[in-house]
Structures are given as structure tokens and as C-alpha cells.
């Protein structure tokens, strides 16, 4: 299945065919972020929602891939209400889904059944994704601030560091180096 997120739409489509599996309906307009799955489990962030008696808000939503056509009333497993435009995609290890938020929460979800795990605000805006290598989860901040946590059901700082530049695209893990691309530079560095 090649899983697409668009404009109000999670679409499931046939690799050898081209056609459509299935489609969740939800949210008013585009998302950044991309799909993301563990144990067979699809993971998104919709588009903004329109509420007419609040603030508008995106949702993080769990769907079971095993359907045909509009799953939307059949197979969401779970919705979390969440800040609206939501940018970078959530990285997720061994049922723990990390992200952070457009208000800068940095949050570990359970993927099971979408409750908090932790959270903690952060300084920094994060519009890259979060990647996991070696064994630690990495955010990098607009302004170029490096947050390496490690994964699991409590908040463990491993490490913070500074980058002069800004940072606003999600690095690549190439073996034992991190490239980066800030606002000025295409970065490597080596461990």
C-alpha cells in the first residue's frame, strides 16, 4: 500500500495498480506531515478542523489499514485533539510516538490508544521531524538547537547543543553522521 496524505484525505492505494484501497475523510484543509506506521498501524496528522464554538485543531488519528473504501466511520482506532497545522512528521518507537507541537509541547503519545505519556514545553519552534538513530530520538528547532532524548515512558535529556544556523528541514542519518541542511549550509556531522 502506498499511503497518501492530502488535502482532507488519507488515501490507501494498490502499489501494482494504482487504485484505491481506501480513503479516511477528515479535517478542512492540507497537511505538511507525512503518514507514519508500527505494527501495522497508520498514524497521521489531519488537516486543520473548523470548530465553530472554538479554536480550530488538527487531529492525530490511529487507523487500522485492513478495509475498503471510506474507513473513516469504521477504522479509526483513536483521534487526539491537537494544535492546528501541525509540520513535521512524529517519529515512533516501541509503541511511543514523539512530537512536538505548533505551541512547542514536546509529547510522548502511546500509540495504543493515544493517551499522554509525558510532555514538556520547549523554547524553540520545531518545524523538522524528529529522527531516531543509535538509540536516541533527535529534534532539531528552527533556531538550531539539537534536543537528543531517549525513547521511553519517561523524559531523559541525553543531550542539548546549539547549531549556529537555522534549522528548518528534517536531517538524514547516514551511518554514523547526521547531514543537515540549515539556512546557509549543507551540514555533516560525524560521530
Known amino acids: 500500500m502506498l499511503i497518501s496524505n492530502g488535502s482532507a484525505v488519507c488515501n490507501a492505494f494498490d502499489l501494482n495498480t494504482g487504485e484505491e484501497i481506501w480513503s479516511v475523510v477528515r479535517g478542512a484543509e492540507s497537511t505538511v506531515s507525512m503518514p507514519f506506521t508500527e505494527k501495522g498501524i497508520i498514524y497521521y496528522y489531519t488537516g486543520f478542523m473548523i470548530d465553530p464554538d472554538g479554536p480550530n485543531f488538527s487531529e492525530l488519528l490511529a487507523v487500522n489499514p485492513d478495509g475498503k473504501g471510506d474507513i473513516t466511520g469504521s477504522n479509526i482506532l483513536w483521534r487526539k ?30 500509540a495504543s490508544t493515544g493517551k499522554d505519556i509525558w510532555t514538556s514545553r520547549l523554547k524553540g519552534n520545531f518545524n523538522a521531524s524528529p529522527v531516531y538513530a ?18 521511553g515512558r519517561k523524559l531523559e535529556i ?12 528534517t536531517p538524514a542519518i547516514l551511518r554514523n553522521s547526521i547531514i543537515m541542511r540549515t539556512d546557509k549550509y549543507l551540514c555533516k556531522i560525524e560521530q
Open 81 to 110: 485533539r491537537v494544535q492546528p497545522l501541525q509540520l513535521l512528521t512524529p517519529v515512533i518507537k516501541d509503541g511511543l510516538i514523539y512530537t512536538v507541537d505548533t505551541k512547542n509541547n514536546l509529547m510522548c503519545i502511546e
Open 134 to 151: 543509535a538509540g536516541n530520538i533527535y529534534l532539531f528547532s528552527i533556531r538550531g538547537e539539537t534536543l537528543i532524548i531517549k525513547p
Open 158 to 169: 541525553v543531550a542539548q547543543n546549539q547549531i549556529i544556523d537555522q534549522i528548518w528541514a
